[in-house]
């Protein structure tokens, strides 16, 4: 599939002023995206659990402007102007003007607000590039454009994409996959699409609870991070085992085989991590009380029998993965043990979730 699909053929009816808004959730990656190409092809296909609770709203509102020379925007976080947000955005919407040749034509203020706070030391690129992507969408919308099916939100993702790689796993639930997987049908490094087969019960409303050990800067940007895998001793292994995890995980979501599900999910986390401590320059993005919760995790799973799990972003928080159905017993159990690894006892409950929402139209 080509690019050159997304590019908008003349808009048929104008607009002079408006706003959207929508609210997109965050994602958590069971195989994981590590590795990219140029313009943001994934290096190796991924899938993700869409979150719920872990969201960002954003409202865009657009104003025709005189002339069609400069990009013009203002953002604000929560109500504050965050100027240094600017240079991303800038970066985006360059990134993007050939698929969105309205960009230059209007004045924009970008309004937005994450469920988590900022410091939490989750990122919200991922919920906040899929939300203005959607709220660019729903402008170019009523500027009426010829389209073929799923376009809306096949668009949406493929500029979230341009954004931030992962942001293209943020717009619709509760499965999705993106880059190109010779058994997953219709899938693409282009765009994140719904996982397409059976899902087990087992796998319906999963809980994912987020431990806060480390709410700091991200220690590596993704970009740094992605690019210690130009040249990686391991990465081509790797790539080919994100194609074979993914693979296995077709089965396991249509048996519900809960532990081969734990037995990928741990192992791509860890490998996720090994990546960056075998990169030149290294990297340990874990911290003590990363490597506590992990051997309480698989203590607890030991003595009980529960099907809990951990993942891991590229930092040092985990994510604590588990069936519904041990809603309780799991969460006395981060009460009793993990809370304390915590940073300021501080953590985030959530789980799966259906995707982006939009709020309001107002025109
Ligand atoms: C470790 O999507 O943040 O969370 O494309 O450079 O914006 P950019 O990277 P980003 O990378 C996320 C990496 C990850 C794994 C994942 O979500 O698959």
Not at 59 to 78: G, I, N, Y
Not at 323 to 343: D, T, W
């Amino acid at each position: 599939m080509q690019e050159t699909r997304f590019i908008p053929k003349a808009y048929t009816s104008s607009i002079e002023n408006g706003s959207f808004t929508w609210s997109s959730p965050s994602n958590i990656a069971l195989v994981k995206y590590w590795g990219k190409k140029e313009h943001q092809i994934p290096e190796n296909p991924s899938v993700s659990f869409t979150l719920d609770n872990c969201k960002t709203t954003t409202t865009l509102s657009f104003s025709k402007k005189e002339s069609s020379d400069d990009f013009s925007f203002d953002v604000f976080l929560d109500g504050d102007k965050k100027d240094d947000f600017k240079l991303k955005i800038e970066a985006f919407f360059k990134r993007i003007e050939a698929y969105l040749p309205f960009l230059r034509d209007y004045y924009f203020k970008i309004e937005t607000s994450n469920t988590f706070p900022h410091s939490s030391g989750i990122a919200s690129s991922a919920s906040g590039m899929s939300a203005l992507a959607l709220c660019l969408m729903s402008i170019e919308e009523e500027l009426d454009v010829d389209h073929f099916d799923d376009y809306f939100f096949q668009k949406a993702s493929f500029l979230a994409r341009l954004g931030s790689g992962s942001a293209c796993r943020s717009l619709e639930g509760d499965l999705v996959v993106w880059g190109k997987h010779d058994e997953i049908d219709g899938s693409s490094d282009l765009f994140g699409v719904k996982y397409p087969f059976e899902v087990h019960q087992n796998f319906k409303n999963y809980q994912d609870t987020i431990l806060l050990v480390d709410k700091g800067e991200k220690q590596v940007s993704s970009t740094v991070g992605h690019n210690l895998m130009y040249g990686h001793p391991f990465a081509q292994e790797r790539f080919k085992q994100a194609h074979e995890n993914l693979s296995s995980l077709i089965s396991v979501f249509k048996e519900g085989d809960l532990d081969t599900f734990i037995e990928i999910v741990e192992s791509e986390a860890l490998t996720l991590h090994a990546m960056m401590m075998t990169s030149m320059p290294y990297f340990i993005l874990m911290k003590p009380n990363t490597l506590e919760i992990i051997n309480k995790i698989w203590s607890f799973r030991k003595k009980t029998g529960s099907k809990v799990c951990f993942t891991l972003d590229a930092g040092a928080n985990v994510h604590v993965l588990y069936p519904k159905n041990e809603s309780k017993q799991v969460c006395g159990f981060i009460k009793n043990e993990l809370v304390a690894y915590c940073q300021n006892g501080h953590y985030i409950c959530d789980r799966i979730g259906f995707g982006a929402k939009q709020l309001t139209i107002e025109n």
